[in-house]
């Protein structure tokens, strides 16, 4: 059995847990510019239509009393990797595919943890006492059931799809709710006669695979009941290290440390490259008479510059007994934190990226009007 967890409004939950003045207020996480998106809506200012990635112009005008709050990513950040360490105690298969959602294989858990619809609970339980929000979690024998399943009872949730139900829940669920089916598909498949997921499985597979290619024959093996996709923590590490036996026995320590600067480098580019920070930095030490030590210290705030791997490292060199000379030397980061590429970074990348766009234009515009007068660009041209 699979869970999918999801956070409730993730970016909005959180303004509201550290602001009391939020709570039970209409909160809209975005950068407050006039072409600014919305990241994040609490579920007070989702009752008011107010969506993510709708502008942010749009969102005020169906809710003016809307507090805008500008997005905190680092906090976010930190919440999530809470959020993880909390599931990473009910399973070893946890999968983040986002900033606020991850699937966990709890197959194995039933002896530690109990069923599967136990462990959703405790897991719920766990993050609205420990961290002060709610999330939804769905549990199914599949997947994409399972991430259906946790937006069924937002917010707050907590939705069973049992095994014995899967052929009558497929034969019922509306083609739009699955995931990946948008309003150009959900036409095409209306055209076949399709508008249930149940109906799929009834149209011949030539005629999904010529109308649809490769995304039918996927639909269409969901409609049958099958999803070969697996929680897969497989592509995120857990660990991040690097180390170096060295070619004549040490005691020098400004030697040492000139090693553990190339470490350090070396894991940051491994985190950076896979995304991840870490909240736990380890030394490991060897001794010519071949004992071996490890220290490590958990920090605070997590980290991923080779300036602050290096800071910790030295720090641990110092608690390491140096009688005998070092034959290895190693470092290693661990507890990482993803932050995995999900649509709320993306919003914030590209607005970035179109306000200071814009601003050329504008900047643009205003020499050219200097020199030339007003009004010598046609409005409409200037999209282009
Ligand atoms: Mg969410």
Redesign the pocket.
Known sequence: MILHV?????FASVEQLDNPQLRGRCVVVGKNSCRGVVAAASYEARSFGVRSAMALSKALSLCPDAVVVAPRMERYRRVSGRVMEILSMFSPLVEQVSI??AYLDVSGCRHLHGSPETIAGKIKKRVAGDIGITCSVGVAPLKFLAKIASGMNKPDGLTVILPGDVQAFIENLPIEKVPGVGKVTQKQLALLGVETLGDLARVPEELVVKKLGRQGMRLRLMAMGQDRSEVSPGGLPKSVSSETTLPRDTADIGLLKRYMLGHSEDISRQLHKAGARARVVSLKVKYSNFKEISRQVTLENSVQSANAIYREAVRLLRKAPLKHSVRLIGLGVSRLVFVAPGIQLDLFAQEADRDSRWEKIERFVAKIEEKYGKNVIKKGTLSE
């Open positions: 999801d956070m409730d409004a993730f606020d959602e």
